[in-house]
């Protein structure tokens, strides 16, 4: 939740977990209103206005300058959140979901249901391998660990780790580029809607 905060001449009416958040980066909170409006919308310290988007409760018409006292009000602060913000946030989804496909490892063989691990010193240790696959004094078989040490995979030759490794590989590039496909799609948006309508399948 953003810090949010509604006030009035100076005076903190609501903030933070008293808004609730709507689809499209809006936010809504209900309140009693007394002498004077209009209010304003502070975000993180930038005030913005609410540009008459205040509707009583009652519907019986809008609000404005002219709110009569103890009428219960329903603010929908419609700008809240910006198309930059969304962007941001929406991208930070993208990556973390990237990051735990990574960090589920990659299948080995094929179709097998064994996973190996796919972390930075894991892919360093395959990276050594497989550059040194064809060297006399490399000894096979070689045995791999899985993803949770609970079973290994005995690689028999140069031409097994080749496999091993364009799968490891394959598995990192095929889930970046998805990532980064998603991305894109978010990037040229250009409203909040259109933000929200780029799903992240994987």
């Not at 009652?58 to 910006?82: C, H, K, M, T, Y």
């Not at 590039?173 to 309508?197: P, Q, R, W, Y």
């Amino acid at each position: 939740m953003r810090n949010l905060q509604l006030v009035h001449h100076g005076k903190l009416l609501r903030e933070g977990a008293d808004w609730t958040q709507l689809s499209g980066g809006r936010f809504t909170l209900s309140f009693r209103t007394f002498v004077g409006a209009p209010f304003r919308l502070l975000d993180t310290g930038r005030a913005s206005d609410f540009d008459g988007i205040v509707a009583r409760a009652d519907g019986q018409g809008e609000g404005g300058d002219n709110i009569p006292v103890g009428v219960e009000l329903r603010i929908v602060a419609a700008s809240v959140i910006g198309v930059d913000d969304a962007k941001r946030e929406r991208v930070r989804v993208v990556d973390t979901r990237t990051n735990e496909i990574i960090d589920a490892g990659f299948e080995f063989p094929p179709a097998s249901g064994v996973l190996f691990s796919l972390s930075m010193q894991a892919q360093s240790k395959l990276n050594g391998a497989f550059i040194a696959r064809d060297e006399p004094e490399f000894v096979y078989p070689l045995e791999w660990n899985n993803i949770d040490d609970t079973t290994t995979v005995a690689i028999a030759d140069a031409s097994t780790l080749r496999l091993f490794y364009l799968q490891a590989v394959g598995t990192v590039k095929a889930v970046l580029e998805s990532g980064t496909d998603l991305k894109k799609a978010i990037n040229v948006a250009t409203t909040i809607e259109e933000v929200e309508a780029v799903v992240d399948p994987r």
